[in-house]
Structures are given as C-alpha cells and as structure tokens.
C-alpha cells in the first residue's frame, strides 16, 4: 500500500492520460467540493464535459476556483490530465502565490490499458488521443521531479494507495 501524505491545506495536481484513473482516484480520497475538474469546468460553460473549442475558457475557470479555494486555505484537487509542461506550471504558480504545499500524482497506465479501461467509460476518447497521451505522459515522468513539487507519487494500474491528511502546523 501506497501511503500519499497530503499537507492541509495543499493544491494535489493530477497527471495522466485519459482513463488512467485519475477522477477515479479523486473521487475515491477526496471530497466532491476539493475537486476542480476541467471536464465539470466544461460541462459549467457549454453543457459538455467534451467541449474541446472552449476548453481555454474552461481552464481559466479551472485555474479561478484552484486559486479562490487556496485563498481559503482549503484543499484543492486539480483534475486535469496535466501533460503539459505549461498547465503543470501554471498550477504551481498559483500554489506558490498563495503558499500553499503543491503536490503532484501521476497515474502510469500502459497503452493497452488505457485503451481496455476507454472502452468501458461512458465518455469515450479516440485512440489516437489515448495514443498522444500515453507519449506525452512518458515526457510529463520525467519532468515530475524537477519541477518543484513539495511531493510527488507515481501510482501504476496495479499499486494500492491510501491517502492521509497531514493537519497544519500551529
């Protein structure tokens, strides 16, 4: 078992392709108001989690309610698949500005499983995306650890994790 320590209060960036379980896994360890999902960001704006033409507007939303909910001192889960160099900085940045931990957890799914877990989603994406992100992902774990997370965790298909919250030094 994977024990992921999670300082209160702390931004916990997501980052994986597609299907590799990362809105599972924030559904599964935090509650529904910690997590900001560019797809629900989405789904606020046009009714459609996969409206791709807006998604700039969506992850201005996004990066809004990461940065109002740290400025709260409260917990905030960034699900997003993060494979981008810039998106994963941008987050950072707002984590530094308002002095909060910035933690990272990237989901390493194999192709094929990425492919095999799509094809039992609701939401399906075109393997030619799952194909884009399983390359970009592999570029994304070797940034990870030097990029300047206070934390970082890289959970395979198969790894078990549990999730402990970490209170705040008086």
């Known amino acids: 078992m994977i024990e992921i320590v999670v300082p209160e209060p702390s931004l916990v960036v997501l ?10 896994f924030a559904r599964k360890h935090f509650a529904d108001t910690e ?29 809004f309610l990461v940065d109002r909910r740290l400025s709260f001192r409260r917990t905030t ?13 941008a987050l950072r940045d707002i984590a530094s500005a308002r002095r909060v931990a910035c933690i990272a957890i990237a989901f390493e799914v194999p ?26 992902f592999v570029q994304a774990k070797e940034r990870l650890p030097l990029e300047g997370y206070d934390r970082m965790w890289i959970l395979g298909p198969g790894d078990q994790a549990a999730v402990r919250r970490q209170p705040a030094s008086p």
């Open 35 to 63: 997590i900001v999902s560019s797809d629900r960001c989405r789904a606020l704006l046009w009714d459609d989690e996969s409206a791709q033409p807006g998604s700039h507007y969506a992850f201005e939303l996004m990066h």
């Open 77 to 89: 889960v960034a699900d997003s698949t993060a494979l981008a160099p810039d998106a994963r900085k």
């Open 15 to 24: 980052c994986g392709a597609a299907a590799s379980g990362k809105s599972s």
């Open 111 to 136: 192709l094929e499983e990425l492919v095999r877990r799509n094809a039992t989603r609701s939401r399906k994406v075109d393997r030619a995306v799952l194909e884009e992100h399983a390359a970009r």
